[in-house]
């Protein structure tokens, strides 16, 4: 039967066409609810989708795009989730312009070291654009990232002091922070691994280090969501508009119960269980890469 009519008689099986949309959207819902567990623990979201879209019918790539589309709503819960105090140091960053707030005011100067931690992401991001898309996304890359960060996260949680807090954040420590949330742009990394890392190397506590990579994160993600979603228009992709769409939807509305959890699991524990995660998966990686069951 001409296919062209499958479908539109009561009875007949939906068109093959049909068929792989809804399999698209299915496989774009379950990377959505993926990127929703994890962007905010520091087991790399991007290293997730990757290695999961080998395992879906498409088997195959999400594509960088395609992440940095959906973060955008996992970076959604992170305004709601931080609503007051982000709208508290906006108000003030713009409020030392006037003086109606005091220059040295903590939220102003948090406001400007979010500003100056942007910074790293951004630049690096546009110098190694291509890089991002194709040569960082190789799962041999993956792996490796997987554990040796995974092993300097246990390391920085067992040495770092634990003891400043952001009123005591500081320039340079800011710039430092940007570069490790840089770091990021290779899958593996991990966004909030790397300059969770970092700030604790610093010597910030776990939630100190969280809070502000969890703040510094939200210029960067919706700067590279929105590139990201005008660059793909019109341009051949995995999942189309609709997929993509959902996905985000999906990823915001776990993200918010995430975020939550996680901010009172470190507040309480270690990061051990996650270091080991890392490094068991990165493990397998490397074994089902060397036994051919996936493609690098």
Known sequence: MDDRFDGA???LRPSARRRKEEANVLEALILG?????????????SAHLRILGEFLPNAQDPGAAF??????????????????????IISHWFGSFTGRVPRNDPDARMGWL??????????????????????FRSLWIVATMLIVFGLILGLADWAGRKTRT??????GHGILFGLAQALALIPGVSRSGGTISMGLFLGYTREAAARYAFLLAIPAVFASGLFQAFKSIGE??????IETAAATLVAFVVAIL????????????SYLLFVIYRIALGGL??????AGVIDA
């Open 67 to 88: 992440t940095a589309i959906t973060q955008l709503g996992t970076e959604t819960a992170v305004v709601v989730f931080f609503w007051r105090d982000i709208v508290r």
């Open 33 to 45: 609810l993926v990127q929703g567990l994890t962007e905010f623990l520091p087991i790399s979201s």
């Open 258 to 269: 995430i975020i939550a959890f996680f901010m009172q699991y470190i507040s309480r524990h």
């Open 114 to 135: 979010i500003i100056v931690g942007s910074l790293p992401i951004g630049i690096l991001g546009l110098l190694f654009q291509d890089e991002i898309e194709t040569t």
């Open 9 to 11: 008689v009561p009875g």
């Open 166 to 171: 952001l009123d005591r954040l500081t320039v």
């Open 236 to 241: 051949p992709s995995v999942y189309g508009p």
């Open 285 to 290: 990686i490397f074994w089902l890469l060397a």
